[in-house]
């Protein structure tokens, strides 16, 4: 196994810095990696001649002692539909094969002032619209946990729709990757692959430059080994953007996470959902999810059950406002001004309607059928905006156990399962339908975006099967310095060791 594989970001840059290492060694072999498990489907496009020259520039600032931030030389890989300039950005979409932007999203350019090294683009579903990363027009993108990965169709998934970051930052083909989410689209593959995944607070992260899925609860996310390595790129990319008018304007205050030993847990108070409890948990994730409430609780912590009423009907609040969104944004690929463009010219309307049929798949065909429906005039009242009444409730809920005038009511974290279970087989989760598959996997992790808060998904045990178990935590908007610092102290007391799917492959 390689052995700076084992370093976090900050051991890495220190290793650049007394030679030890250098960037293009640790590039080098990333994309030698890149080709070797290219079975995982991780990357759509890696970026070969990029990553080498950034790398190379990156070693020539170290050589000089002049390295321009904490993550110079660092290995990243971008989610499929976040702008790259002259990199293709898909979406995983025949829509959008051949788009080639001439800018980067804050979020790319923000690791490239950084001094990071790009290694590829990952896959994803179409248009971030599903649960497992099999909707790709490129294929679907294999867990490196799975026992088998040359079984045709029984390895194990990689969650969605942010599964190729997961699971390159899984593999260990770069160090960090950005993926999004808009109902749990990097926590669910964090959890499945286990890495931590986290969404930060709506606005905390530029959207510039993300193809939009939902405006409303689009977050970008950071996916990573570790929790420290997590605070290092939020860093470095978090902060307000003139380019964005979600951006939330105040400055953003670096995190400093304190050492593990220093973390004092006996004035926090944990809140555990009951309704986070629900009949499709499996037991081996309530087991997981006790144990580490009482580790918390011994720990001098105050845990108590707390009630987030309206979280039964959250899912389908979700897929109401989700396919609203969805056919509004849509609506921009006509073939004319934007996207894959239809041979059939016969008139506006027919080379319209074609390029559409072409390029959209059928998931995206009946979120945008099913908006439409929702929207029409004599439906909006009965679905749209009553959805929008019930979501504020939801983010209510959550007010009320974080700001609630009354002490003894008052909670700091929230501690709930990320996923009802470990990562399903392909040729199960494939018979469900995508509709289907969303409304179980999104069941705890979709909340936290009707809110706007931010949450963490952390690697905590392997069930039975040898796979990942994972926790998640929220907290109140902005509170990321709490969050990830607890998450540090679990992270601390489990000790997950995130390489062993690679020891058991041998890689």
Request: aromatic share 6%; net charge negative.
């Amino acid at each position: 196994m390689r052995r700076h594989l084992q370093l976090s970001i900050k051991q890495l840059t220190a290793g650049y810095i007394n030679g030890q290492l250098s960037p293009l060694q640790v590039a080098e072999q990333a994309l030698e990696d890149a080709v070797k498990l290219k079975t995982l489907n991780a990357l759509v496009r890696a970026t070969p001649e990029l990553a080498r020259q950034q790398a190379q520039e990156s070693t020539e600032r170290y050589t000089k002692q002049q390295p321009i931030g904490e993550l110079d030389g660092i290995t990243v890989a971008i989610k499929d539909n976040f702008c790259t300039a002259n990199v293709h950005t898909t979406c995983a979409s025949r829509m959008l094969q051949d788009f080639v932007p001439p800018y980067d999203a804050t979020m790319s350019a923000r690791l490239r002032e950084a001094g990071a090294v790009l290694v590829g683009k990952t896959n994803m579903d179409q248009f971030a619209m599903g649960a497992g990363t099999v909707d790709s027009i490129y294929g679907p993108t294999k867990n490196i946990w799975s026992e088998d990965l040359a079984s045709q169709d029984n390895w194990r998934i990689a969650g969605g729709s942010s599964g190729g970051s997961a699971s390159a930052v899984a593999a260990g083909l770069c160090y960090a990757a950005i993926g999004s989410d808009t109902g749990g689209s990097t926590r669910n593959p964090a959890s499945y692959c286990g890495v931590v995944g986290l969404k930060p607070t709506y606005g905390l992260c530029s959207r510039h430059g993300l193809i939009p899925l939902v405006n409303s609860m689009d977050v970008p996310g950071i996916l990573t080994r570790s929790v420290s390595d997590c605070v290092q790129v939020l860093n470095a990319v978090a902060g307000p953007d003139p380019l964005d008018s979600t951006s939330v304007q105040r400055p953003y205050k670096k995190l400093q996470l304190p050492e593990v030993d220093q973390i004092d847990l006996s004035s926090l108070r944990i809140g555990i959902p009951k309704e986070y409890h629900c009949d499709e948990l499996s037991a081996e994730v309530l087991e997981t999810w006790t144990k580490v409430a009482d580790l918390l609780e011994t720990a001098g912590a105050k845990v108590r059950q707390v009630s987030l009423p309206n979280t039964a009907a959250s899912i389908f609040v979700y897929t109401i406002l989700n396919q609203c969104e969805v056919a509004s944004n849509m609506a921009r690929y006509d073939g004319i001004e934007y996207g894959h463009r239809a041979a059939d010219e016969r008139s506006t309307e027919q080379l319209y309607a074609q390029s559409r049929a072409e390029g959209f798949n059928q998931v995206v065909k009946t979120r945008i059928l099913t908006g439409n429906f929702l929207l029409l005039r004599k439906n909006y009242d009965h679905y749209f905006e009553k959805a929008l009444r019930v979501r504020r409730l939801i983010a209510e809920d959550f007010a009320k156990v974080f700001e609630t005038q009354q002490e003894a009511d008052k909670v700091d974290i929230l501690l709930t399962p990320t996923t009802l279970s470990d990562a399903p087989v392909y040729k199960d989760f494939i018979t469900l339908s995508n509709r289907d598959q969303c409304a179980v996997q999104d069941f705890c992790t979709q909340p936290a975006n009707m809110a706007g808060i931010p949450a963490v998904s952390i690697p905590v045990r392997l069930s039975k099967a040898g796979l990942p178990l994972s926790l998640q935590l929220m907290s109140n908007s902005f509170n990321e310095q709490l969050l990830l610092t607890v998450a540090r102290w679990i992270e601390a007391e489990v000790s997950f060791d995130s390489l062993q799917s690679l020891q058991r492959h041998a890689i």
